[in-house]
């Protein structure tokens, strides 16, 4: 079973708005991360979070990490038709795998 | 560096025809990983390599899938006999460890007829 599960499950959006999804788990964690799936490509790595950090940035990506909460979210600032894309979320569950989740699919309308 | 490489891209076959997959890791990476993707299940492990060596394929579907990495620049994964359940697309990727960031290939998109 995923460890991790997104939400929403589609997401649409208009060019230049902000697009925020968000990752729930089941067990401890020591990191979580995002990747970014185009259509037809293998997932990108996009950004990881220790269980020790609370929020980190990178470049318009902002993830936030609540171990209490067992959730995690992403938000893209100022979205683009580029990132129109599947996201998905991935925790170490298990020593030495990654769980991915079902996957967000974010549309930026022009 | 070159990234994960992966061939064929595409792949159409009848059922009962053997298929193998082949995936070149990147370069220092001691970790592989073979994934498949589809609508209804999503990204399924279906087995991971570390240092050349098997540690988890209980996610192989059945008998009929098998992989293999004879050395720590190449890894196939064959099906033999294919069935059309198992069109799907499928992911090689690799890392410096099985939890660390994983750099994935473009997949091959495999259709059985």
């Given at each position: 079973s995923q460890q991790g599960e997104e939400d929403p499950q589609a997401l649409s959006i208009q060019e230049g708005e902000n697009a925020t999804m968000n990752c729930s788990y089941k067990t401890s964690i020591n990191n979580l991360q995002w990747y970014r799936q185009n259509s037809g490509r293998g997932l990108v790595h996009l950004i990881l979070i220790r269980s020790n950090e609370r929020e980190k940035h990178s470049g318009r990506l902002r993830v936030t990490l609540d171990t209490s909460k067992k959730s995690s979210s992403l938000l893209i600032t100022a979205?683009?038709?580029?990132?129109t894309a599947s996201y998905f979320c991935a925790t170490d569950a298990e020593d030495y795998k990654l769980s991915f989740g079902a996957g967000t699919t974010v549309t930026v309308r022009a | 560096d070159a990234g994960v490489i992966q061939s064929p891209r595409h792949e159409v076959t009848e059922m009962g025809q053997e298929v193998t997959l082949r995936c070149k890791p990147i370069s220092g990476h001691n970790s592989l990983f073979w994934y498949r993707q589809t609508m209804m299940r999503g990204l399924e492990l279906l087995i991971y390599f570390n240092n050349n060596v098997p540690i988890d394929d209980s996610g192989m579907p059945e008998d009929r899938f098998s992989a293999k990495?004879?050395?720590?620049?190449f890894s196939t994964l064959k099906i033999q006999p294919s069935e059309p359940r198992d069109s799907a697309v499928y992911f090689c990727a690799s890392s410096t460890g099985g939890t660390d960031t994983q750099y994935f290939g473009p997949g091959t998109r495999l259709t059985v007829l």
């Open positions: 979205s683009r038709a580029a990132d | 990495m004879p050395n720590a620049s």
